[in-house]
Protein backbone atom coordinates (compact mmCIF):
# COMPACT_ATOMS: atom_id res chain seq x y z
CA UNK A 1 0.00 0.00 0.00
CA UNK A 2 1.49 3.59 -0.94
CA UNK A 3 0.40 6.38 1.52
CA UNK A 4 0.47 10.11 0.68
CA UNK A 5 0.81 11.13 4.91
CA UNK A 6 0.33 15.33 4.92
CA UNK A 7 1.63 16.58 8.15
CA UNK A 8 3.98 13.56 9.05
CA UNK A 9 6.74 16.01 10.96
CA UNK A 10 4.28 17.26 13.27
CA UNK A 11 3.23 15.15 16.23
CA UNK A 12 1.02 12.60 15.76
CA UNK A 13 1.82 12.41 12.07
CA UNK A 14 5.60 11.39 12.72
CA UNK A 15 4.78 8.94 15.21
CA UNK A 16 1.76 7.68 12.92
CA UNK A 17 4.80 7.33 10.09
CA UNK A 18 7.20 5.09 12.27
CA UNK A 19 4.75 3.04 13.45
CA UNK A 20 3.04 1.87 10.24
CA UNK A 21 6.56 1.24 9.22
CA UNK A 22 7.51 -0.52 12.38
CA UNK A 23 3.77 -2.21 11.86
CA UNK A 24 3.47 -2.44 7.80
CA UNK A 25 7.27 -2.53 6.37
CA UNK A 26 5.95 -3.36 3.03
CA UNK A 27 4.30 -0.18 3.20
CA UNK A 28 5.39 2.67 1.21
CA UNK A 29 4.84 6.29 2.37
CA UNK A 30 5.17 9.83 1.35
CA UNK A 31 5.43 12.54 4.04
CA UNK A 32 4.75 15.86 2.38
CA UNK A 33 4.96 18.68 4.97
CA UNK A 34 5.30 22.57 5.03
CA UNK A 35 7.68 22.59 7.91
CA UNK A 36 4.92 24.96 9.63
CA UNK A 37 4.71 25.22 13.16
CA UNK A 38 4.40 21.99 14.97
CA UNK A 39 7.00 20.61 12.81
CA UNK A 40 10.64 19.10 13.46
CA UNK A 41 13.10 17.80 10.76
CA UNK A 42 14.02 15.55 13.68
CA UNK A 43 11.40 13.51 14.45
CA UNK A 44 11.55 10.94 11.22
CA UNK A 45 15.57 11.26 10.74
CA UNK A 46 16.22 7.99 11.48
CA UNK A 47 14.43 7.03 8.25
CA UNK A 48 16.48 8.83 5.70
CA UNK A 49 17.99 5.35 4.42
CA UNK A 50 14.98 4.29 4.02
CA UNK A 51 14.00 3.04 0.08
CA UNK A 52 9.71 3.00 1.32
CA UNK A 53 9.89 6.63 2.35
CA UNK A 54 9.74 9.84 1.12
CA UNK A 55 9.74 13.35 2.53
CA UNK A 56 8.42 16.09 -0.30
CA UNK A 57 8.58 19.47 1.58
CA UNK A 58 5.39 21.29 0.74
CA UNK A 59 2.07 23.05 1.38
CA UNK A 60 -1.72 21.20 1.03
CA UNK A 61 -3.07 24.23 -0.25
CA UNK A 62 -0.72 23.83 -3.27
CA UNK A 63 -2.39 21.65 -5.69
CA UNK A 64 0.22 21.14 -8.47
CA UNK A 65 1.92 18.88 -5.97
CA UNK A 66 -0.81 17.90 -4.34
CA UNK A 67 -2.13 16.59 -7.51
CA UNK A 68 1.25 14.62 -8.03
CA UNK A 69 1.77 13.30 -5.39
CA UNK A 70 -1.69 11.82 -4.95
CA UNK A 71 -1.74 10.60 -8.57
CA UNK A 72 0.78 8.43 -7.05
CA UNK A 73 -0.45 6.71 -3.93
CA UNK A 74 -3.84 4.70 -3.01
CA UNK A 75 -4.71 6.70 0.04
CA UNK A 76 -4.16 9.92 1.83
CA UNK A 77 -4.31 10.36 5.28
CA UNK A 78 -4.61 14.16 6.44
CA UNK A 79 -2.93 15.55 9.30
CA UNK A 80 -1.87 18.37 8.42
CA UNK A 81 -3.48 21.63 10.45
CA UNK A 82 -2.66 24.71 12.18
CA UNK A 83 -2.86 22.44 15.99
CA UNK A 84 -2.52 25.08 18.84
CA UNK A 85 -5.46 26.44 20.22
CA UNK A 86 -4.25 29.52 22.26
CA UNK A 87 -2.91 30.36 18.56
CA UNK A 88 -6.13 30.38 16.73
CA UNK A 89 -7.32 32.69 19.52
CA UNK A 90 -4.25 34.97 18.92
CA UNK A 91 -4.41 34.80 15.19
CA UNK A 92 -6.65 32.78 13.30
CA UNK A 93 -6.24 32.97 9.80
CA UNK A 94 -3.54 30.63 9.24
CA UNK A 95 -5.98 28.19 10.67
CA UNK A 96 -8.46 29.08 8.02
CA UNK A 97 -5.81 28.10 5.06
CA UNK A 98 -4.30 25.05 6.41
CA UNK A 99 -7.25 23.55 8.12
CA UNK A 100 -10.25 24.29 5.84
CA UNK A 101 -8.49 25.45 2.52
CA UNK A 102 -5.91 22.92 2.67
CA UNK A 103 -8.65 20.17 2.93
CA UNK A 104 -10.28 21.33 -0.37
CA UNK A 105 -7.45 20.70 -2.24
CA UNK A 106 -6.93 17.64 -0.90
CA UNK A 107 -10.46 16.93 -1.64
CA UNK A 108 -10.55 18.36 -5.10
CA UNK A 109 -7.37 15.95 -5.56
CA UNK A 110 -8.50 12.65 -4.08
CA UNK A 111 -11.96 13.16 -6.36
CA UNK A 112 -10.17 13.51 -9.22
CA UNK A 113 -8.08 10.56 -8.78
CA UNK A 114 -10.63 8.40 -6.82
CA UNK A 115 -8.56 7.79 -4.08
CA UNK A 116 -9.65 7.08 -0.39
CA UNK A 117 -9.48 9.84 2.25
CA UNK A 118 -8.85 9.45 5.63
CA UNK A 119 -9.08 13.11 7.66
CA UNK A 120 -7.67 13.54 11.06
CA UNK A 121 -10.01 15.20 13.18
CA UNK A 122 -10.53 15.99 16.95
CA UNK A 123 -12.94 15.84 19.94
CA UNK A 124 -13.16 19.47 20.34
CA UNK A 125 -15.52 19.85 17.66
CA UNK A 126 -18.20 18.93 19.97
CA UNK A 127 -17.14 21.49 22.21
CA UNK A 128 -17.29 21.40 26.13
CA UNK A 129 -19.78 18.87 27.64
CA UNK A 130 -20.91 18.91 31.07
CA UNK A 131 -22.21 14.74 31.68
CA UNK A 132 -22.25 13.00 28.42
CA UNK A 133 -19.90 11.59 25.71
CA UNK A 134 -20.45 12.43 22.08
CA UNK A 135 -21.03 9.36 19.99
CA UNK A 136 -20.37 9.86 16.17
CA UNK A 137 -23.56 11.86 15.59
CA UNK A 138 -23.46 14.35 18.20
CA UNK A 139 -23.48 17.67 16.93
CA UNK A 140 -21.05 20.09 15.60
CA UNK A 141 -20.48 23.01 18.52
CA UNK A 142 -16.82 24.24 18.56
CA UNK A 143 -16.04 26.98 20.96
CA UNK A 144 -12.19 27.97 19.67
CA UNK A 145 -11.36 29.05 15.89
CA UNK A 146 -9.02 26.04 15.85
CA UNK A 147 -12.44 23.89 16.51
CA UNK A 148 -14.50 25.66 14.49
CA UNK A 149 -11.73 25.25 11.24
CA UNK A 150 -11.54 21.42 12.37
CA UNK A 151 -15.55 20.99 12.29
CA UNK A 152 -15.85 22.74 8.87
CA UNK A 153 -12.95 20.52 7.55
CA UNK A 154 -15.00 17.48 8.85
CA UNK A 155 -18.37 18.86 7.27
CA UNK A 156 -16.49 19.56 3.22
CA UNK A 157 -15.48 16.10 3.78
CA UNK A 158 -18.64 14.62 4.43
CA UNK A 159 -20.16 16.74 1.57
CA UNK A 160 -17.35 15.19 -0.87
CA UNK A 161 -18.58 11.88 -0.06
CA UNK A 162 -21.98 12.56 0.02
CA UNK A 163 -22.12 14.58 -3.25
CA UNK A 164 -19.09 13.06 -5.20
CA UNK A 165 -19.21 9.75 -3.72
CA UNK A 166 -15.01 10.06 -2.74
CA UNK A 167 -14.16 7.24 -0.44
CA UNK A 168 -13.76 9.06 2.59
CA UNK A 169 -13.85 8.45 6.89
CA UNK A 170 -13.26 10.68 9.18
CA UNK A 171 -11.34 9.93 12.78
CA UNK A 172 -11.66 11.81 15.60
CA UNK A 173 -9.52 11.80 18.96
CA UNK A 174 -8.80 13.15 22.05
CA UNK A 175 -6.06 14.77 23.41
CA UNK A 176 -2.93 12.91 22.73
CA UNK A 177 0.46 12.39 24.68
CA UNK A 178 3.46 11.08 24.16
CA UNK A 179 7.24 12.16 22.13
CA UNK A 180 7.81 14.40 19.38
CA UNK A 181 5.26 16.90 20.35
CA UNK A 182 5.70 20.70 20.56
CA UNK A 183 7.22 22.32 23.60
CA UNK A 184 4.43 24.51 23.79
CA UNK A 185 1.88 21.96 24.44
CA UNK A 186 0.85 21.35 28.12
CA UNK A 187 2.56 18.17 28.74
CA UNK A 188 5.76 18.71 27.34
CA UNK A 189 6.08 22.49 28.13
CA UNK A 190 5.42 21.15 31.77
CA UNK A 191 8.44 18.42 32.02
CA UNK A 192 10.57 21.33 30.06
CA UNK A 193 9.99 23.94 32.75
CA UNK A 194 10.63 21.50 35.75
CA UNK A 195 13.40 20.57 34.32
CA UNK A 196 14.46 23.73 34.21
CA UNK A 197 13.25 24.98 38.18
CA UNK A 198 10.81 27.73 36.22
CA UNK A 199 7.23 27.94 37.44
CA UNK A 200 4.78 26.10 35.17
CA UNK A 201 1.55 28.42 34.46
CA UNK A 202 -1.92 26.60 34.79
CA UNK A 203 -4.52 28.14 33.13
CA UNK A 204 -7.87 29.14 35.65
CA UNK A 205 -8.49 26.56 38.56
CA UNK A 206 -6.57 23.65 36.37
CA UNK A 207 -9.62 21.52 36.44
CA UNK A 208 -10.28 21.32 32.85
CA UNK A 209 -10.93 17.71 31.88
CA UNK A 210 -9.27 16.21 28.85
CA UNK A 211 -9.37 12.41 28.19
CA UNK A 212 -5.78 11.24 27.34
CA UNK A 213 -4.71 8.84 24.55
CA UNK A 214 -1.23 7.67 24.22
CA UNK A 215 -0.22 8.48 20.71
CA UNK A 216 0.72 5.07 19.15
CA UNK A 217 -2.89 4.16 20.65
CA UNK A 218 -4.27 6.77 18.32
CA UNK A 219 -1.88 5.55 15.40
CA UNK A 220 -3.48 2.12 16.02
CA UNK A 221 -6.82 3.27 16.01
CA UNK A 222 -6.23 5.22 12.23
CA UNK A 223 -4.46 2.22 11.04
CA UNK A 224 -7.66 -0.20 11.85
CA UNK A 225 -9.83 2.89 10.39
CA UNK A 226 -7.33 2.72 7.36
CA UNK A 227 -7.93 -1.31 6.88
CA UNK A 228 -11.62 -1.60 7.89
CA UNK A 229 -13.28 1.41 8.04
CA UNK A 230 -16.43 2.25 6.47
CA UNK A 231 -16.38 4.80 3.52
CA UNK A 232 -18.57 7.89 4.57
CA UNK A 233 -17.94 6.98 8.38
CA UNK A 234 -16.68 8.68 10.99
CA UNK A 235 -14.65 6.96 13.93
CA UNK A 236 -14.47 8.41 17.80
CA UNK A 237 -11.00 7.40 19.28
CA UNK A 238 -11.20 8.00 23.06
CA UNK A 239 -10.11 5.80 26.09
CA UNK A 240 -12.21 7.03 28.61
CA UNK A 241 -9.27 8.38 30.79
CA UNK A 242 -10.14 11.90 31.63
CA UNK A 243 -7.69 14.04 34.28
CA UNK A 244 -7.99 17.24 34.53
CA UNK A 245 -4.86 19.77 33.97
CA UNK A 246 -3.61 20.60 37.62
CA UNK A 247 -3.50 16.53 38.27
CA UNK A 248 -1.36 15.65 35.41
CA UNK A 249 1.17 18.53 36.20
CA UNK A 250 1.57 17.18 39.36
CA UNK A 251 1.44 13.52 38.10
CA UNK A 252 4.84 14.96 35.87
CA UNK A 253 5.98 16.92 39.18
CA UNK A 254 6.09 13.76 41.08
CA UNK A 255 7.92 11.47 38.40
CA UNK A 256 10.91 13.95 37.69
CA UNK A 257 10.87 14.28 41.86
CA UNK A 258 10.16 18.13 41.60
CA UNK A 259 8.17 20.34 44.25
CA UNK A 260 4.75 21.02 43.64
CA UNK A 261 5.58 25.21 44.63
CA UNK A 262 6.36 25.12 40.96
CA UNK A 263 2.80 25.88 40.06
CA UNK A 264 1.64 29.41 39.34
CA UNK A 265 -2.06 29.54 39.35
CA UNK A 266 -2.72 32.20 36.18
CA UNK A 267 -5.57 33.81 34.21
CA UNK A 268 -7.82 31.27 32.22
CA UNK A 269 -7.62 31.67 28.50
CA UNK A 270 -10.88 32.99 27.11
CA UNK A 271 -13.38 30.40 25.88
CA UNK A 272 -11.37 27.85 27.70
CA UNK A 273 -13.42 24.73 27.19
CA UNK A 274 -14.17 22.65 30.48
CA UNK A 275 -14.48 19.27 29.33
CA UNK A 276 -14.17 17.72 26.10
CA UNK A 277 -15.57 13.54 26.10
CA UNK A 278 -16.16 11.15 23.06
CA UNK A 279 -17.17 7.61 23.72
CA UNK A 280 -15.40 5.32 21.13
CA UNK A 281 -17.88 1.86 21.44
CA UNK A 282 -18.04 2.29 17.73
CA UNK A 283 -14.59 1.82 16.97
CA UNK A 284 -14.13 -0.83 20.00
CA UNK A 285 -17.39 -2.56 18.99
CA UNK A 286 -17.09 -2.29 14.61
CA UNK A 287 -13.24 -2.75 14.46
CA UNK A 288 -12.15 -4.17 17.47
CA UNK A 289 -9.74 -1.85 18.39
CA UNK A 290 -9.01 -0.50 22.13
CA UNK A 291 -6.11 1.53 24.00
CA UNK A 292 -2.99 -0.52 24.53
CA UNK A 293 -1.16 2.10 27.11
CA UNK A 294 -2.42 3.16 30.72
CA UNK A 295 -1.35 6.65 31.49
CA UNK A 296 0.68 5.41 34.31
CA UNK A 297 3.43 3.81 31.97
CA UNK A 298 2.07 6.57 28.93
CA UNK A 299 3.09 9.50 31.12
CA UNK A 300 6.23 7.75 32.65
CA UNK A 301 7.86 6.95 28.76
CA UNK A 302 6.93 10.55 27.84
CA UNK A 303 8.85 12.18 30.62
CA UNK A 304 11.80 9.97 29.86
CA UNK A 305 11.38 10.64 26.33
CA UNK A 306 11.80 14.09 26.71
CA UNK A 307 14.64 14.15 29.69
CA UNK A 308 16.70 11.69 27.15
CA UNK A 309 16.23 13.45 23.79
CA UNK A 310 16.94 17.11 25.05
CA UNK A 311 18.66 17.25 20.66
CA UNK A 312 15.18 17.17 19.85
CA UNK A 313 13.70 20.03 21.56
CA UNK A 314 16.48 22.35 22.45
CA UNK A 315 16.11 24.63 19.74
CA UNK A 316 12.40 24.62 19.67
CA UNK A 317 11.83 25.98 23.52
CA UNK A 318 12.98 29.35 23.13
CA UNK A 319 9.60 31.17 24.45
CA UNK A 320 7.95 28.79 26.23
CA UNK A 321 9.52 29.41 29.07
CA UNK A 322 7.62 32.89 29.77
CA UNK A 323 4.01 33.00 30.40
CA UNK A 324 2.29 36.29 28.25
CA UNK A 325 -0.97 36.72 30.27
CA UNK A 326 -3.75 36.80 28.29
CA UNK A 327 -5.77 40.24 27.62
CA UNK A 328 -8.60 40.92 28.67
N1 LIG B 1 -2.45 16.76 19.35
C1 LIG B 1 -3.63 16.27 19.72
O1 LIG B 1 -3.85 16.01 20.91
C2 LIG B 1 -4.71 16.03 18.69
C3 LIG B 1 -5.89 15.40 19.10
C4 LIG B 1 -6.88 15.13 18.14
C5 LIG B 1 -6.67 15.46 16.82
N2 LIG B 1 -5.52 16.09 16.44
C6 LIG B 1 -5.34 16.40 15.01
O2 LIG B 1 -4.25 15.61 14.56
C7 LIG B 1 -3.54 16.30 13.52
C8 LIG B 1 -2.07 16.39 13.89
O3 LIG B 1 -1.95 17.08 15.13
P1 LIG B 1 -0.52 17.32 15.79
O4 LIG B 1 -0.72 17.49 17.24
O5 LIG B 1 0.42 16.29 15.28
O6 LIG B 1 -0.15 18.71 15.15
P2 LIG B 1 1.29 19.39 14.96
O7 LIG B 1 1.06 20.85 15.07
O8 LIG B 1 2.29 18.75 15.85
O9 LIG B 1 1.67 19.02 13.46
C9 LIG B 1 1.01 19.56 12.36
C10 LIG B 1 1.91 19.38 11.14
O10 LIG B 1 1.18 19.83 10.01
C11 LIG B 1 2.05 20.61 9.19
N3 LIG B 1 1.22 21.55 8.43
C12 LIG B 1 0.39 22.53 8.94
N4 LIG B 1 -0.19 23.18 7.92
C13 LIG B 1 0.28 22.61 6.76
C14 LIG B 1 0.04 22.85 5.41
N5 LIG B 1 -0.77 23.84 4.99
N6 LIG B 1 0.67 22.07 4.49
C15 LIG B 1 1.50 21.07 4.88
N7 LIG B 1 1.79 20.83 6.16
C16 LIG B 1 1.18 21.58 7.09
C17 LIG B 1 2.98 21.32 10.17
O11 LIG B 1 4.17 21.73 9.52
C18 LIG B 1 3.20 20.21 11.22
O12 LIG B 1 4.29 19.40 10.88
C19 LIG B 1 -4.21 17.67 13.40
O13 LIG B 1 -5.07 17.63 12.30
C20 LIG B 1 -4.98 17.84 14.70
O14 LIG B 1 -6.13 18.62 14.50
C21 LIG B 1 -4.54 16.38 17.35
Same mark, same amino acid.
Given at each position: ?6 ? &? ?46 ? *? ?18 ? *? ?15 ? @? ?52 ? =? =? ?11 ? #? ?6 ? *? ?18 ? @? ?16 ? %? ?12 ? =?????? #? #? ?20 ? %? ?20 ? #? ?29 ? *? ?6 ? @? ?6 ? &? ?9
Amino acid at each position: MKLLVTG &GDGFIGSNFILNTLKNFPKFEIINLDAGFYGSNKLSLDQLSNYNNYEF *VKGDINDSTIIDNLVSKCDT *VINFAAESFVDRSIANA @KPFLKSNIDGVFTLLESIKKHQKKFLQISTDEVFGSLEKESASEIFQYNPSSPY =A =ATKACAEMLVNSY #HITYDCNT *VITRCTNNYGPRQFPEKLIP @KTILLAKNNKKIPVYGTG %KNLRDWLYVTDHCD =AILSCL #H #HGKSGESYNISSGNEIDNLTII %KKILSIMGKSEDLIEFVDDRPG #HDFRYSMNSNKLQNELGWKSKTNFESGIENT *VNWYLNNS @KWWENLSE &GIFEHTPWKK
